[in-house]
């Protein structure tokens, strides 16, 4: 797991959760004549990961030239060193948020020229997220709530402390210091001018740095999404599928809801509102602003229903839409109501294309502004900024690690510009394989099948599922995810592993969530892929191991639950598992969708023939839990004392510092390199002799001796 943990990556967030690189990867001067890439490895002797601004000339790019590093920050918390990195109006300086070890983030600037770095912030807590104007005269940015703790300690000591709408683990932290941060949508907003304080905008929704924060060009307006507090009654009529049941959710008051809005915000006087009255949709979501900052243009956005006529209310309904909203008129312009989002907004020539697929780049349809309106237009030849000459793409696919090339817009000329990790090429990595497969409900999946280095035909090894996806485009040692999964060290241990990706129709999957067929229909994927490997002759079934990550928690609770297939060993990690004590203790949508109503009276029954946590007795695998975070441990309380009482083998690994996905190297090692061990253990019979991990081994020999006998 080293490997994976060292190695360099393109720093970017939205790449770390999954997403596909597109035009982000290089990040150019307005001018065009310069670029930065940001990189990222860690470094597991200080526990840190190390972020570098690299500098690359554009006329340069294709004598393989050697990036100049501008700057090193080295992150010791869960966020990023360095993030959000925005090029300056003058094409010498460039903004960003960033943090070096031990210190907190803050938003600083940078002279590529001379190197001189600038705090910009100066916020006693950590700064989040950030944006700033194209003359760096006017940033917007969140930041994390100033906790006292001294004096709440004390009047708890005296008082008692009155539970309304604390969550259990805002009451953990009542003897923690600042630094002890719960992730959660709590931040506050504000606004700073050049050499000005900055002024704290009141918001009544929440705030979290995952949602977009825009500022327009020339910083007069902000656009930010955010969690809508108050839902108003009449959301109801959206019919967004996935989107509904999270609209009319009962809540406590002041509890999050998962109902995201726009809201403008007027950088001059402070003002904040919505920018429309209506909710985001979970897909095609894209949002930019024209160059003028008169108007910007969204995607993934539902209109609001006060429309005319009853076909057009249908419509807004029924469907999102692509649609300019000017400023500060907020005057909607509906473009398109197709599902696809913004590929492509060429100011210049005024095109705006749009498309399909994550990135809008599939079946790309261009649109121009007639009058008040927009219209379909042929696709120009030429869809590239006329300033920038090049393109800069990270290229990778399963078998292939990640490197950086460009290419000339002109002719088409490609280069490498820079091999990420060269020592990969005195690595033997395992072969990895797209396939395909039935699930034995007769729907169709696909998935990675991760061979060991040393593959022999006809000979049968033990199996390993990884959950929570599978891209044949991604270099994953691990993946998908930086928690629990470690697909190729497992393969080095002579274990094939298998990632289980999406139906061959993704459509048919959404469907199934939040209702009770989305668990069985996901165990069907497992026994399948079983089935599948078996009568290829490559896997033992009698050694199958599986492991589940957040939303997957609970398909593969389901499955050791309710599945007639026997498994060696698993791992739950850090998930919802569709359990009644989580229910009590954060409520939720998903678990009262999963067990087909809430569990009391008439529905109590589904819920004691669904819920893994009431059919813990039909668990035969040994069961690793990983939880993370304060109060974390909380939401495998159930699993672990269920199996615990019934005398089943469980082990139980929480780590407080640790977010949902994994960052600092020791805690990725402890995961990671911990389910590498333990499958080797449980499915290969395998004890690493390293004496620092005697105690782990000494744990699960005890396990051992409590597993059922068949």
């Not at 312009?333 to 989002?341: A, G, L, M």
């Not at 999964?485 to 592993?497: E, G, M, R």
């Amino acid at each position: 797991m080293s490997d994976a943990i060292r190695m360099t990556v393109w720093a970017d967030l939205q790449y770390f959760l999954g997403g596909t690189p597109d035009d982000r990867v290089g990040i150019f001067s307005p001018d065009g004549q310069k670029f930065i890439v940001v990189v990222r490895r860690g470094n597991l002797r200080n526990n840190t990961n190390e972020y570098s601004l690299l500098l690359f000339r554009t006329k340069d790019a294709f004598n393989g030239p050697k990036p100049e590093v501008l700057i090193t920050m080295s992150s010791s918390s869960n966020r990023e060193g360095i993030e959000n990195v925005k090029w300056l109006n003058d094409n010498e300086t460039v903004a960003f948020l960033g943090q070096d070890a031990g210190g907190t983030p803050e938003v600083y600037s940078l002279s590529t020229k001379t190197k001189h770095l600038i705090r910009l912030t100066h916020h006693p807590t950590p700064v989040v997220a950030y944006d700033i104007s194209a003359n760096g005269k006017t940033i917007v940015y969140e930041a994390v709530p100033r906790r006292i703790a001294t004096s709440a300690t004390q009047d708890a000591r005296r008082d008692g402390v009155v539970i309304s709408t604390q969550s259990p683990s805002d009451l953990f932290l009542s003897e923690c210091n600042e630094t002890q941060e719960l992730d959660r949508a709590d931040k506050e907003l504000f606004v700073q001018h050049v050499q000005g304080a900055a002024l704290k905008i009141a918001v009544a929704d929440q705030l979290s740095e995952i949602l977009p924060l825009l500022v327009s060009p020339d910083g007069r307006y902000a656009v930010l999404e955010t969690y809508d507090s108050e839902i108003p009654p009449y959301w109801a009529a959206y019919r967004d599928t996935p989107l509904h049941p999270y609209i009319i959710e009962p809540r406590r008051p002041s509890q999050r809801s998962n109902v995201t809005h726009f809201m403008l915000l007027d950088t001059s006087s402070g003002k904040i509102g919505p920018l429309l009255d209506a909710p985001m949709s979970w897909f095609n979501r894209s949002l930019v602003w024209a160059k003028d900052s008169r108007s910007l243009i969204l995607s993934g956005t539902y209109l609001p229903l006060t429309v005319g006529t009853p076909m057009e209310r249908e419509a807004r309904e029924t469907h999102t839409f692509v649609a300019e909203v000017e400023v500060p008129s907020k005057a909607i312009i509906p473009i398109t109501d197709e599902p696809v989002q913004i590929s492509h907004w060429n100011q210049q020539d005024g095109v705006l294309v749009l498309g399909s697929g994550e990135n809008g780049d599939i079946n790309p349809k261009p649109y121009d502004r007639a009058g008040m309106s927009w219209r379909p237009v042929a696709l120009p030849g030429d869809k590239s900024n006329s300033s920038i000459p090049l393109t800069v793409s990270l290229e990778e696919d399963s078998n292939t690690p990640p490197r950086i090339f460009v290419t000339s817009t002109k002719n088409g000329r490609k280069a490498l510009l820079f091999d990420l990790n060269p020592q990969f090429s005195h690595l033997k990595f395992g072969r990895v394989q797209d396939i395909t497969w039935k699930a034995t409900d007769g729907h169709e999946v696909t998935g990675g099948l991760y061979l060991p280095p040393d593959y022999e035909d006809g000979k049968r090894y033990p199996l390993v599922i990884q959950t929570h996806g599978f891209e044949k485009d991604r270099f994953w040692i691990d993946g998908p995810w930086s928690s629990a999964f470690a697909a190729q060290p497992l393969a080095a241990k002579d274990i094939v592993v298998l990632q289980v990706g999406s139906s061959s129709d993704p459509s048919e999957d959404r469907k199934y969530t939040n209702t009770p067929g989305e668990a069985p229909r996901q165990m069907a994927a497992y026994e399948g892929v079983i089935d599948y490997l078996d009568n290829r002759g490559l896997v033992d079934r009698r050694r199958v191991g599986i492991i589940g990550f957040s939303r997957t928690v609970s398909y593969v609770a389901y499955t050791l639950t309710h599945s007639k297939y026997q498994f060696a060993a698993a791992t739950l990690a850090d998930g919802f598992d569709a359990g009644y004590v989580n229910l009590m203790l954060f409520g939720g949508v998903d678990y009262l969708a999963a067990n087909g109503g809430l569990p009391f009276g008439s529905s109590l029954d589904s819920w004691t023939k669904s819920s893994p946590g009431f059919n813990l007795d039909k668990v035969t695998a040994p069961v690793r839990l990983e939880y993370y975070g304060w109060g974390g441990f909380l939401g495998g309380w159930q699993t672990f004392s269920g199996l615990t009482l019934l005398k089943k083998p469980v082990d139980f690994i929480w780590l407080p510092y640790g977010t949902h996905l994994l960052v600092k190297p020791w805690e990725r090692l402890v995961s990671q390199q911990g389910n590498v061990d333990w499958f080797d253990f449980w499915l290969n019979g395998e004890i690493d002799p390293d004496p620092s991990k005697r105690a782990e081994y000494g744990r699960w020999e005890q396990l051992r001796r409590k597993e059922p006998k068949n």
